[in-house]
């Protein structure tokens, strides 16, 4: 069995976990697709959301049945009756899509279980991120256990690929956000801290430049997508 990987909730207002729970209203039927231990559908639950946690590794599934409401233990596609099709409000895939195989199945998959007005809400790293960019300038592509380059990783996005795919499949992204990637920086060392405070300059231009360069500064994007005037209902 792989191991679980990011099983902690993190409370950064500049990352994404913060980023995704602002953007589900209080009370809505959620589904969270890849839900991990369940931190975040804790969350919801904690403010009348109604949510359907789904996540395939048994260990992490087992820590997320004692902190969740309803878990099930495997993937999308078993969750699929007539008592779910058309049934959510939104479908929560926080750094899922990167991990997809055939991804055009699953967001089929998805699609179905969401009402007519539904969205779905996503965040996944952004391959073109400047840090990802110098590595392979250099003729690199260092897979690691963590970050853009997670070995777990079988799809790379930049914003312009993201955008395609979703509108293949009928959706069209009404918000933008992204994250800064803060943990990927060097520690400032304590004695420039205390003197400029330059952790909180840092994080200031990281905002701004994330804002208008997300394609360059966008360590991850966390996306609002919904069904097109076209789109499949």
Same mark, same amino acid.
């Given at each position: 069995?792989?191991?679980?990987?990011?099983?902690?909730?993190?409370?950064? !207002?500049?990352?994404?976990?913060?980023?995704?729970?602002?953007?589900?209203?209080?009370?809505?039927?959620?589904?969270?697709?890849?839900?991990?231990?369940?931190?975040?559908?804790?969350?919801?639950?904690?403010?009348?959301?109604?949510?359907?946690?789904?996540?395939?590794?048994?260990?992490?599934?087992?820590?997320?049945?004692?902190?969740?409401?309803?878990?099930?233990?495997?993937?999308?596609?078993?969750?699929?009756?007539?008592?779910?099709?058309?049934?959510?409000?939104?479908?929560?895939?926080?750094?899922?899509?990167?991990?997809?195989?055939?991804?055009?199945?699953?967001?089929?998959?998805?699609?179905?279980?969401?009402?007519?007005?539904?969205?779905?809400?996503?965040?996944?790293?952004?391959?073109?991120?400047?840090?990802?960019?110098?590595?392979?300038?250099?003729?690199?592509?260092?897979?690691?256990?963590?970050?853009?380059?997670?070995?777990?990783?079988?799809?790379?996005?930049?914003?312009?690929?993201?955008?395609?795919?979703?509108?293949?499949?009928?959706?069209?992204?009404?918000?933008?956000?992204?994250?800064?990637?803060?943990?990927?920086?060097? !520690?400032?060392?304590?004695?420039?801290?205390?003197?400029?405070?330059?952790?909180?300059?840092?994080?200031?231009?990281?905002?701004?430049?994330?804002?208008?360069? !997300?394609?360059?500064?966008?360590?991850?994007?966390?996306?609002?997508?919904?069904?097109?005037?076209?789109?499949?209902?």
């Amino acid at each position: 069995m792989q191991e679980a990987k990011y099983t902690q909730y993190n409370p950064d !207002p500049d990352e994404s976990h913060e980023k995704v729970l602002a953007l589900v209203g209080p009370g809505t039927r959620v589904v969270e697709i890849g839900c991990a231990t369940g931190y975040l559908t804790e969350r919801l639950e904690a403010r009348g959301c109604e949510v359907l946690a789904v996540e395939p590794n048994a260990a992490a599934a087992a820590v997320a049945s004692g902190r969740c409401r309803q878990v099930h233990c495997g993937y999308v596609e078993d969750i699929v009756s007539e008592g779910t099709l058309g049934y959510f409000d939104s479908a929560l895939l926080v750094d899922v899509l990167e991990h997809v195989v055939d991804r055009d199945a699953f967001m089929t998959t998805v699609m179905t279980l969401l009402r007519p007005e539904g969205r779905v809400i996503m965040s996944l790293p952004n391959i073109a991120h400047w840090t990802a960019r110098w590595e392979v300038l250099r003729g690199r592509f260092p897979y690691r256990s963590h970050g853009l380059f997670d070995d777990t990783h079988v799809r790379f996005y930049t914003r312009a690929s993201l955008t395609s795919f979703l509108a293949a499949h009928g959706l069209v992204v009404v918000s933008w956000g992204q994250t800064l990637g803060l943990h990927e920086y060097r !520690p400032v060392p304590p004695r420039v801290e205390r003197v400029i405070a330059a952790s909180w300059y840092r994080r200031k231009l990281l905002r701004w430049s994330a804002r208008w360069w !997300p394609e360059l500064y966008a360590y991850q994007f966390v996306v609002v997508a919904a069904r097109s005037a076209g789109g499949e209902r």
